[in-house]
């Protein structure tokens, strides 16, 4: 499990370094469950920062916060990994240059469902201008005192109007499980459909 660990690091470090096309993202996660220990059913909610940085490849970032909260459904009373989450919420979103704030109502769904040896995560986002797909799939590993779980991420953005772009990523993902048990890191690299690099680095908060 070590050597594989380390291959995906060995894998992933010269292509950052060689890649002319790179976009360091940075997302703040905030993940809570309103819920009884023995109840299966009720609230969860998510606060997304979807990029702290300032710039992407080619402009400024747009100012971005989401915010939804709904129906949570755990499929059992055990553990907190197995879950279904039916969320509204909205994505405001400040233009650099304008100042000028839209409101997107949104519909999130999450499922997450693990197994002693791997989990699967899926998530699609319903805006008023485009759908949103994501899933990761990853397996665990331990280091010594280390773990943390390795795997493969992918997201696609379905523009449903013209000004918004059509975007597929794939890429490995690598998270690490941190002291307090409440705080993860994971970092995905993803390679675009034009051939750029993204490294996005997950700072996640909560469940």
Same mark, same amino acid.
């Given at each position: ?49 979807? $990029? ?11 100012? #971005? ?19 279904? *989450? ?42 008023? $201008? ?8 990853? #397996?665990?590993?331990?280091? +010594? ?25 794939? +890429?490995? #993902? ?21 051939? *750029? ?8 908060? +909560?469940?």
């Amino acid at each position: 499990m070590k050597s594989i660990v380390i291959a995906i690091v060995a894998v992933l470090s010269p292509s950052l370094i060689a890649a002319q096309d790179f976009d360091p993202q940075v997302r703040l996660l905030m993940h809570h469950h309103i819920v009884e220990p023995t109840h299966k059913f009720g609230v969860a909610t998510w606060t997304i920062v979807p $990029d702290l940085t300032d710039r992407n490849l080619t402009s400024p970032n747009q100012k #971005r916060l989401l915010f939804v909260a709904g129906l949570l459904v755990r499929y059992n009373t055990t553990n907190d990994y197995n879950w279904l *989450e039916i969320m509204p919420g909205v994505m405001l979103e400040t233009n650099p240059a304008t100042r000028v704030t839209k409101t997107h109502p949104l519909l999130n769904t999450r499922v997450y469902l693990k197994w002693p040896k791997v989990d699967l995560y899926l998530e699609n986002h319903v805006w008023d $201008d485009r759908l949103i797909f994501s899933a990761f799939a990853t #397996r665990p590993f331990k280091i +010594g005192q280390l773990t943390g779980r390795f795997g493969g991420e992918s997201e696609a953005i379905v523009g449903l109007k013209p000004e918004v772009a059509d975007v597929f990523l794939i +890429g490995p #993902r690598l998270s690490l499980r941190l002291k307090p048990s409440w705080l993860n890191i994971a970092n995905a690299v993803y390679l675009n459909q034009d051939a *750029e690099l993204i490294w996005r680095t997950y700072i996640k908060i +909560g469940k």
